[in-house]
């Protein structure tokens, strides 16, 4: 029986002749487990791509970044990452509270390679798991239940040009978020935030598009 492959899956390899090659394929490099090979990729990667789903069924994918390591690989079956500040939506983390199921998509542009994890996942305000991450709001851990690598054939080569000043890292401070300056939300920032506003000064929208339509890095 197969883990990856339902009725309209099938239905689909059928129309197209290519049930054997995907049972092949998911006979050949479909795992349950994270080795030592997944392991050095994965906390190898500053970003990757979660896929969660929302309280109607509809499926949400967000970027997530941050350092290289940020993404920890704690034995063969279970992987954590922290949720950063953000723009107070909670989207992923809200969905992840309601429906546990999550896909991950770990991408190096550069050679090119992408792997792709389907797993369970939990929100935790653990402090020793919060410890494993600076600043982390919220720890995410993730039961593995399946893990595969993709063909890299249609995934574009490009070179990273830098890190983001924001992606919190060890022995550096990391930078307020600018948008947090804009003027017309100064009502409805939490009293920690409004306080840095206080000292640093507010922005008005356009200046703050302004910097995001010309690449500004302080963004």
């Known amino acids: 029986m197969s883990r990856l492959y339902g009725p309209e899956h099938r239905a689909l390899q ?13 006979a050949i490099g479909m795992k349950t487990e ?10 190898s990667r500053d970003m990757f791509f979660l896929s969660s789903v929302d309280d109607r069924g509809r499926p949400t994918v967000s970027y997530k970044g941050g350092v290289p390591g940020f993404v920890r690989v704690l034995d063969g079956q279970t992987l954590a990452f ?9 989207l992923s983390m809200g969905n992840i509270a ?5 896909g991950l998509l770990f991408i190096d542009f550069e050679k090119p390679f992408r792997l792709r994890v389907q797993g369970r996942a939990a929100l935790s305000r653990d402090p020793k798991a919060l410890s494993l991450f600076k600043e982390a709001e919220l720890a995410v851990v993730v039961t593995l239940s399946e893990l595969w690598m993709n063909c890299p054939r249609y995934v574009h080569r490009y ?23 804009i003027d017309g939300i100064q009502d409805v920032l939490r009293p920690h935030e409004t306080a840095v506003v206080e000292k640093v000064g507010q922005i008005t929208i356009d200046d703050w598009m302004g ?8 963004v």
Not at 82 to 90: E, I, K, L, Q, T
């Open 211 to 218: 910097k995001v339509l010309t690449g500004d890095e302080k």
């Open 34 to 43: 994270i080795t030592d090979m997944e392991k050095g990729f994965i906390e």
């Open 82 to 90: 922290p949720s950063y500040d953000g723009n107070g939506m909670y």
């Open 98 to 102: 309601g429906n546990p199921d999550v």
């Open 14 to 26: 059928d129309q197209f002749q290519s049930r054997p090659l995907a049972d092949r394929i998911e």
């Open 159 to 181: 070179q990273k040009v830098q890190t983001s000043r924001y992606a919190p890292a060890e022995n550096a401070e990391t930078p307020f978020c600018e948008w947090k300056r």
